[in-house]
């Protein structure tokens, strides 16, 4: 088969505008956004609600998202570091000797919004609903969930496909024979940007992956980053068949009148999917080394997935909100 052994090496930058890198990872996660607004429109004039109630829901969702999504990366997966580098939790920027910030603030380089947790963003998500729902006293925090997981589970494709351009969040290493093996020129951990730029001597790191990945000087460096699972691209297209299923379930079912049976079915399958990815997952830190047997994706995916099984099965009354 000819695509066994594919070599994976994106330019993650699509253009610059000035100091600002416009990414395929932030136009995903624009996407996502779009996306769920106009899902969630179809959804709100299906039920009678009003433009100006979504439009209101939209900022909600957007800044809680980013924000419980930050917050849980600094604090689940990356304390040690932000805990002395405060001022990066949430500005787009980082720390780096060599550069300047707008030309003129020495030892930082824009990044944009980058190290976000989707366990933190669940987080964030319920947090928001909850404080829209006491300034809009006429929604209840479960009728909205209900229907907000619908778009939000097509808005976790788009992001895990980000992280493939990204080449970030990738899987173990696996024979290149493996249907799916695919070879990460751009991780981090088996090609430091510092050495790809220190063997080829070129002056930016696109040219040398480039020179890695193309020129046969370079071969045994090549030849030495591992092939690894598409781990990102199992989650992504696994959360598409969550979205189709929810869709369903919302637009032909009556599911969506038993309150917080969506709700509990999208958690169930989304950290259920989570939880087995992360088997095939390289390490992500956060505290799993204190714990031990699981990865810190899977003990904090288990929380999520019991709070599931109980909306799913919880007696409750069929909603006419």
Known sequence: MFFLGFTWNPNETLFNIGFIQIKYYNLLWITSFALGWYLMKKIFLNEKKTVEQLDSLFIYTVLATMLGARLGHVFFYDWPYYKNHIIEILLPIRESANSALFGFI?????????????????????????LYTRKFPEFKIL?????????????????RLGNFFNSEINGKPVEK??????????DSDDLHPSKALAITKEKTLNAAYAAIENNPKFA????????????QLYEGISYVFVFIILYFLYWKTDKKDKPGYLLGLFLVLLWSIRFIVEFVKKSQGGFEESLGLLSTGQWLSIPFIIIGFYFMFKPSKLSSK
């Open 106 to 130: 020495n030892g930082y380089e824009f990044t944009g919004f980058t190290g976000l947790a989707s366990h933190g963003a669940t987080i964030g998500i319920i947090i928001g609903m909850y």
């Open 177 to 186: 024979s493996f249907a799916f093996a695919t070879r990460f020129i751009r």
């Open 220 to 231: 045994q460096y090549l030849e030495e980053i591992p092939y690894r699972h598409p781990a």
């Open 143 to 159: 009728w909205i969930l209900d229907r907000l997981v619908v778009p939000v589970s097509i808005g976790a494709f788009c992001v």
